[in-house]
């Protein structure tokens, strides 16, 4: 079926309901009937502008998002691969500009030096900190490569690939910070 537009027939076909002296007469009897509605207007400064909308937006309701459903353990891994990626990121480039804006200080001597220096409690929480981000996002990083290959992407196969990543990163960091 063809359109009015396609056929060019609009502007004829509305000339044709809106044209007539029938319908200019119905409008005049309509708006006699309706009267004159009643709104005050009132001159306002540009920046009480910014004000009424910022009212507008308070009243407005919000999207219920979190408070409405219950936490899934995609959320916190897809939360926490972000964090781990970030804060390695950070690492890595921190150390990279301490090494070029001091390099006699940061080189492997000077740090092999300062942690042979601490005590053992604190090179394995140092050794824990840096392992848990790291095994997470390696771990994580393979989980999301199988998705991108299409395994794992029922919800059973997604909570089992998250829990298998949870467990590996449990027993890695474990590994890496006591008995490395």
């Known amino acids: 079926m063809m359109s009015t537009r396609a056929l060019g027939m609009g502007p004829a076909l509305r000339r044709?309901?809106?044209?007539?002296?029938?319908?200019?007469?119905?409008?005049v009897v309509l708006r006699s009937a309706l009267g004159k509605r009643a709104i005050q207007t009132e001159s306002l400064p540009p920046s009480a502008s910014e004000t009424i909308l910022n009212k507008q937006r308070l009243s407005r309701p919000s999207s219920p998002h979190f408070t409405i459903y219950q936490p899934q353990l995609t959320w916190y891994a897809s939360i926490f691969h972000r964090i781990t990626?970030?804060?390695l990121s950070i690492l890595l480039y921190g150390f990279?500009?301490?090494?070029?804006?001091?390099?006699?200080?940061?080189?492997?001597?000077?740090?092999?030096?300062?942690?042979?220096?601490?005590?053992?409690?604190?090179?394995?929480?140092?050794?824990?900190v840096l392992a848990l981000p790291f095994t997470f996002h390696s771990f994580?990083?393979?989980?999301?490569?199988?998705?991108?290959?299409?395994?794992?992407?029922?919800?059973?196969?997604?909570?089992?690939?998250?829990?298998?990543?949870?467990?590996?990163?449990?027993?890695?960091?474990?590994?890496?910070?006591?008995?490395?």
């Open 140 to 180: 994580n990083g393979v989980r999301h490569l199988l998705w991108d290959t299409g395994k794992f992407m029922t919800v059973k196969g997604c909570y089992t690939s998250g829990y298998a990543v949870l467990g590996a990163t449990a027993v890695s960091t474990g590994i890496f910070a006591f008995f490395y």
């Open 85 to 87: 990626g970030t804060s």
């Open 96 to 128: 990279s500009l301490a090494y070029l804006v001091a390099p006699g200080t940061f080189d492997s001597a000077h740090i092999i030096e300062f942690v042979h220096g601490l005590p053992d409690a604190v090179k394995y929480a140092g050794k824990f």
């Open 16 to 27: 044709a309901a809106f044209g007539s002296r029938l319908a200019a007469r119905n409008q």
